[in-house]
C-alpha cells in the first residue's frame, strides 16, 4: 500500500490532477504490481514562490517541479523502484509534464508501521 504525496504548482494542480493522479497510480500497476484498487495520494498545490529549486542542480535542465514522495513497506529490490521510476516518468510525459521536472524519493518501512483501516 503506498502512500503518495504529490507537491506540484496550483495551476498544474487545478488543470491536470485527475491526469497526474491517474498516471501515477497506473505506473504503480504497472511497475510494482500493486492491485488497482489500492490508491492513497494526497495532492499538495502551491502558489508561485512556494517551490524553490535549482534549475540546473545535477546537470537538468529543470523549468518547473513535481515532487512524489512514496511512502511504501520495503518489499521492492532496487531494479523494482528503478522501473516505477521510469514508469511514473513515461506516464507524465504522456501528459506533457517533462521528466526533467520530476522529483521521485522513496521511504521505506515494515509492514507493522502501517495501519489501514483495521489491524
Known sequence: MPLIQVDL???LYDAE?????????????D?????????????RPH????LKFDPTFG???RRSL???????????SVATKQSLYRAVV???????????DVLIGVSENAFEDWYAGRP
Open 17 to 29: 490532477h485527475e491526469r497526474i493522479s491517474a498516471a501515477i497510480h497506473q505506473a504503480q500497476i
Open 59 to 61: 546537470d537538468v535542465d
Open 90 to 100: 513515461e506516464q507524465l510525459g504522456a501528459i506533457g509534464i517533462r521528466a526533467e
Open 31 to 43: 511497475a510494482l504490481g500493486i492491485p488497482a484498487n489500492d490508491l492513497f495520494q494526497v495532492f
Open 66 to 76: 513535481v515532487v512524489i514522495r512514496i511512502v511504501m513497506v520495503h518489499l521492492y
Open 9 to 11: 504548482e496550483r495551476s
Open 47 to 50: 502558489d508561485p514562490g512556494e
